[in-house]
């Protein structure tokens, strides 16, 4: 009977700490990654211009949400004011500066960069493949599980945005 207790005991504590596969760690660091990107990407003269300061849309329904509002509080606790905005396709996309897209379906991607398409919005991902497609920033898991990002350069020119070398150096380009 203890022992029971004790398997489900550990299945509840590893269920509670992984979300969709991610480690409880996993998700804060890409929280965290898509708030800090603001210190990193230039946008073109006048950019972001809202009274919001930089926003950050989440596309779709994400475990990540809460997070990324926690660590944008904190980034404008410290100055820079970040405001998380939960979006769907349908509407303007172009009023964020950092679209997060919580998809892993292509049909979905493609809607989202069509929303983007000519603006100058940072693109961030977290489903393989998809910096081939076009997303700026796309997070993917090495051999070791570790969280890593890939970087598209070309498509973050095409939108007038300018990735500083720093993140480039640490990044798999696209």
Do not use: H
């Amino acid at each position: 009977m203890l022992k029971k207790l004790a398997v489900c005991l550990v299945a509840i504590i590893v269920s509670t700490s992984c979300v969709n596969g991610q480690t409880d760690e996993a998700s804060q660091f890409k929280a965290d990654f898509i708030v800090k990107l603001v210190d990193y990407v230039t946008w073109p003269s006048g950019v972001p211009s809202s009274a919001d300061g930089v926003v950050v849309g989440v596309v779709g329904e994400t475990p990540l949400l809460p997070e990324i509002e926690r660590m944008a509080a904190d980034k404008t606790s410290s100055g820079t004011k970040v405001t998380v905005k939960s979006m769907s396709y349908e509407d303007n996309l172009g009023d964020a500066n950092i679209v997060f897209m919580a998809t892993t379906e292509l049909p979905d991607l493609a809607k989202v960069l069509k929303g983007v398409a000519g603006k100058p919005v940072l693109t961030v991902a977290d489903a393989e493949g998809f910096a081939g497609y076009g997303v700026m920033i796309n997070f993917f898991l090495d051999d070791k599980a570790k969280v890593k990002f890939e970087a598209n350069t070309l498509a973050a020119k095409d939108a007038g945005l300018k990735i500083s070398s720093k993140l480039l150096k640490l990044a798999k380009l696209i």
